[in-house]
């Protein structure tokens, strides 16, 4: 597995839109920006990343800026600018060897796994599962993105399961308030396991299954020794397409050799026939420990996540833990 450079004090965070344009909403932008710049790093974006677009602009051009960013040796980290829905159409036009041939950490939440997944999977490049360059206005600045910061600086830290988290949805409230219980549930009690960490946002992932986008199984199969543990982050899938998207990947070889499964509280929950999402889990993935409503994904607060690393998670008396290993 690669591990490009973190940042240092003075290094440059490109930013680029393959999803949405952040042209919607330019003031929390740049106050988020305002956050990553206090601490020390420049900041270089792409031309379409201040578009009013919910597609950041065309296909190619997206693609084009993307490559742009890894082929440039002034820029150390490349940032997605926001999420959205379109970024699949421009996974075509990246320049994948070119990312290859400078490896750079890769950073985004929610649409952009379309971008980490192959990258990590296909390439062998470890990427980053936890915030968009656009997610940093948040005043004063809450524990987990102080943990994301400090990781994409290079530290080791151990992430803990939260207390509280917001019930509504973040990007829609007026005030952000950690107003509902964390409560960790498990199908398997108590457990601590080590495995190579893969996932991302499910609505994304399953556009990808048996594309060429798709190296779950190569994956699988070169950390078959190590083990597997796979993260999903729910945005708005109901119980019955969740249920029927794990049991697709199953049915994909996804799960092959996985020691634990970790599935994100549901932002959007949804069912047209009745069944819960603990149905969905317990079916499709028996035998196999999963942590649910975990601290994961669109919800927040939220645990940043390492593809492509070894992750040791703990869960002991409802309390989680998390440790990744860069080896």
């Given at each position: 597995m690669i591990y490009p450079e973190f940042l240092k004090k003075g290094d440059t965070i490109g930013i680029c839109a393959p999803s949405a344009g952040v042209g919607r909403k330019l003031e929390d932008f740049d106050r988020s920006l305002a956050v990553l710049k206090k601490k020390g790093w420049q900041i270089k974006e792409t031309a379409s990343v201040r578009l009013n677009d919910q597609r950041g602009g065309d296909a190619q051009t997206r693609g084009k800026e993307l490559t742009q960013l890894f082929e440039d040796e002034s820029v150390t980290m490349v940032m997605a600018a926001a999420g959205g829905d379109f970024l699949n159409e421009m996974l075509e036009y990246a320049g994948w060897n070119a990312?290859?041939?400078?490896?750079?950490?890769?950073?985004?939440a929610s649409d952009p796994t379309g971008l980490l997944f192959p990258y990590t999977t296909l390439y062998?490049?470890?990427t980053i599962y936890g915030a968009n360059a656009g997610s940093y206005d948040i005043e004063p600045l809450p524990k987990y993105l102080k943990n994301n910061m400090d990781i994409i600086s290079g530290k080791e830290i151990v992430q803990t399961s939260f207390s509280r988290y917001m019930k509504a949805p973040g990007f829609l409230a007026e005030k952000i308030e950690f107003d509902t219980p964390v409560r960790w549930k498990s199908t398997a009690g108590d457990i601590h396991v080590q495995g190579r960490c893969i996932g991302g946002c499910i609505d994304v992932l399953k556009d990808l299954i048996g594309t060429k986008f798709d190296g779950a199984k190569k994956f699988v199969k070169k950390y078959q020794d190590d083990g597997i543990i796979w993260y999903f982050d729910n945005f708005s899938q109901s119980a019955e397409v969740f249920y029927r998207t794990l049991v697709q990947m199953k049915y994909a070889g996804w799960f092959e050799h996985t020691k634990a499964v970790i599935v994100g509280r549901?932002?959007?929950?949804s069912s047209e026939t009745g069944m819960s999402y603990e149905d969905g889990i317990r079916m499709a993935l028996e035998g196999i420990p999963v942590l649910y409503q975990a601290d994961v994904g669109h919800t927040i607060p939220s645990m940043t996540m390492i593809n492509g690393a070894l992750l040791d998670l703990e869960f002991r008396g409802r309390k989680a833990a998390r440790k990744f290993i860069l080896k």
């Amino acid at each position: 597995m690669i591990y490009p450079e973190f940042l240092k004090k003075g290094d440059t965070i490109g930013i680029c839109a393959p999803s949405a344009g952040v042209g919607r909403k330019l003031e929390d932008f740049d106050r988020s920006l305002a956050v990553l710049k206090k601490k020390g790093w420049q900041i270089k974006e792409t031309a379409s990343v201040r578009l009013n677009d919910q597609r950041g602009g065309d296909a190619q051009t997206r693609g084009k800026e993307l490559t742009q960013l890894f082929e440039d040796e002034s820029v150390t980290m490349v940032m997605a600018a926001a999420g959205g829905d379109f970024l699949n159409e421009m996974l075509e036009y990246a320049g994948w060897n070119a990312m290859k041939k400078h490896p750079k950490w890769l950073m985004g939440a929610s649409d952009p796994t379309g971008l980490l997944f192959p990258y990590t999977t296909l390439y062998d490049v470890a990427t980053i599962y936890g915030a968009n360059a656009g997610s940093y206005d948040i005043e004063p600045l809450p524990k987990y993105l102080k943990n994301n910061m400090d990781i994409i600086s290079g530290k080791e830290i151990v992430q803990t399961s939260f207390s509280r988290y917001m019930k509504a949805p973040g990007f829609l409230a007026e005030k952000i308030e950690f107003d509902t219980p964390v409560r960790w549930k498990s199908t398997a009690g108590d457990i601590h396991v080590q495995g190579r960490c893969i996932g991302g946002c499910i609505d994304v992932l399953k556009d990808l299954i048996g594309t060429k986008f798709d190296g779950a199984k190569k994956f699988v199969k070169k950390y078959q020794d190590d083990g597997i543990i796979w993260y999903f982050d729910n945005f708005s899938q109901s119980a019955e397409v969740f249920y029927r998207t794990l049991v697709q990947m199953k049915y994909a070889g996804w799960f092959e050799h996985t020691k634990a499964v970790i599935v994100g509280r549901v932002l959007f929950e949804s069912s047209e026939t009745g069944m819960s999402y603990e149905d969905g889990i317990r079916m499709a993935l028996e035998g196999i420990p999963v942590l649910y409503q975990a601290d994961v994904g669109h919800t927040i607060p939220s645990m940043t996540m390492i593809n492509g690393a070894l992750l040791d998670l703990e869960f002991r008396g409802r309390k989680a833990a998390r440790k990744f290993i860069l080896k």
